[in-house]
């Protein structure tokens, strides 16, 4: 993974990503910057015997170069989107979270304030920096232990600015409910679509 490039990156107008692998995104529009789903660190397992330890090597060094992150969309809990040690060092350059209903709970244990989180639900949606965000449903589940599947939702994004519009998939199976985002909210000028979440 390559380090982040301000020259590259500044904010002149224009919409522009950096994909860090898997399902984590950093997106500008309206010259702001948003983190979707930043997973950078190095195992994507619970604890415990069994690891999945990611291809790329010290990736949590990348957090100290990214820009101030002017929000930090979450689609869901699984380890492989939502990162302890990923959290604890961006709470120092976030002002602020959206995430799943049933979500806030893994943020506030792990010293976000209570006040910089908004959850959402399907269908939900907020004005943002100029900026319309909508939590989207997707056909998947989630959880981070085995007794705690379904205690928060899981989901999608669609971002809108007056001038262009972004579907953040979110781990999902196919359903309809890609035909009725699209009715809603379409066309997209960016789709990012994860791929193999089939249950």
């Known amino acids: 993974i390559e380090t982040f490039d301000p020259e590259k990156f500044h904010r002149d107008g224009i919409p522009k990503f950096i994909w860090y692998g898997h ?6 529009i309206n010259n702001k910057n948003i983190l979707i789903d930043p997973m950078f660190g190095e195992d994507a ?12 090597k010290d990736t949590l060094s990348l957090i100290e170069k990214l820009p101030k992150i002017d ?21 120092q350059k976030v002002d602020t979270y959206l995430v799943p209903l049933g979500f806030a ?14 959850e959402f639900d399907w269908w939900q949606e907020i004005k943002l920096f100029d900026l ?12 981070r232990g085995a007794f705690d599947r379904a205690k ?11 001038v262009h519009s972004v579907y953040w998939s979110g781990d999902s199976g196919y ?7 699209g009715e809603k909210f379409g066309p997209f000028d960016w789709g990012f679509m994860e791929c193999g979440q089939y249950n």
């Open 23 to 28: 399902s984590t995104l950093l997106l500008q």
């Open 105 to 118: 709970r893994h943020l506030e244990h792990w010293g976000v304030d209570k006040s910089k989180i908004t």
């Open 132 to 143: 319309d965000m909508i939590y989207t449903p997707t056909r998947h589940f989630s959880g």
């Open 71 to 91: 929000a930090v969309l979450m689609t869901h809990d699984h380890y492989d989107h939502l990162d302890f040690k990923s959290i604890r060092i961006l709470r």
């Open 152 to 162: 928060s939702l899981w989901g999608g994004w669609v971002i809108k600015s007056a």
């Open 175 to 181: 359903d309809d409910h890609f035909k009725l985002i």
């Open 45 to 56: 397992s619970p604890v415990g015997p069994l690891r999945t330890k990611r291809f790329t």
